[in-house]
């Protein structure tokens, strides 16, 4: 079974990024990067659905050179081939252009399941994985939690999440495209060495210009884009209530129905 998975490089959780100048996107400059968490998970199963399967894993990419790194890490997790869609321009963060270019490598590939994180951390959208299923025109699955696959009946049987505790059992058509959620698979621990012997590896680069990507999907005329960020606003509305905690909650309700709340 040919399996093609995505790996974001995003920026770290662990430092508040700044807002650059153009107030449109994030300021890079001394920020540090790594891979998306929820393509991890996508990772580890698409190399689990191999150990099952056999077959074959493809890692891809789309951004600036740095991006590359996600890639060393999908190599030194274990996948087979790993392709990197540059785009120094707009820097993997257009989400229109990372479909229109992921769906023009993908449809040069062999492949039977497509699977993409639920969601990245950079802009929490989730469209990615569903706007790339509807450019390639094969059926998708999202917030899945289980994969039964029977490449040899061209059909899967998934399980996903549909909140409040609740899940449904999904048979799909081969090929085809799933969201796959967090969870899914216990994130294996990564070798510090095993990421640098990765960087020796061949990792297939193709500009985002060569894609020849409509304009329609280029910055200035793509339907969706960013035009501003900042960041939350800092109401100045909290208020500590001390006490015991019999009397900070009389407090509590008196200022609730005061407020009109209850």
Do not use: W
Request: net charge negative; with cysteine; charged share 25%.
């Amino acid at each position: 079974m040919k399996i093609v998975t995505f790996a974001k490089h995003v920026p770290s959780s662990v430092v508040t990024p700044r807002i650059a100048h153009s107030g449109d996107r994030i300021d890079e400059d001394g920020l540090s990067h790594e891979v998306n968490e929820a393509d991890l998970y996508a990772i580890e199963e698409a190399l689990y659905q191999r150990s099952l399967h056999k077959g074959s894993v493809t890692a891809i990419t789309i951004g600036p050179g740095r991006a590359k790194e996600a890639l060393h890490i999908a190599y030194a997790k274990g996948v087979d081939q790993a392709i990197q869609v540059v785009d120094e321009a707009l820097r993997g963060v257009n989400p229109v252009l990372n479909v229109m270019a992921a769906a023009k490598v993908v449809k040069k590939l062999e492949y039977d399941m497509i699977f993409a994180g639920i969601q990245a951390e950079d802009d929490l959208q989730g469209q990615f994985g569903i706007g790339l299923a509807e450019a390639l025109g094969i059926p998708a699955v999202t917030a899945v939690t289980e994969i039964r696959a029977s490449p040899g009946e061209k059909v899967a049987t998934v399980m996903r999440e549909l909140g409040g505790g609740f899940k449904e059992e999904i048979e799909v058509d081969l090929p085809c495209l799933l969201t796959i959620q967090f969870g899914i698979r216990r994130l294996r621990y990564t070798p510090v060495m095993a990421i640098v012997r990765s960087r020796s590896r061949k990792i297939e680069q193709v500009t985002v210009e060569s894609l020849a990507i409509p304009t329609e999907g280029l910055q200035g005329n793509a339907p969706l884009r960013v035009m501003k960020l900042s960041y939350p606003e800092d109401g100045g509305r909290c208020e500590l209530i001390r006490g015991s905690a019999e009397e900070a909650a009389r407090k509590l309700v008196h200022k609730l129905v005061e407020a009109g709340v209850v």
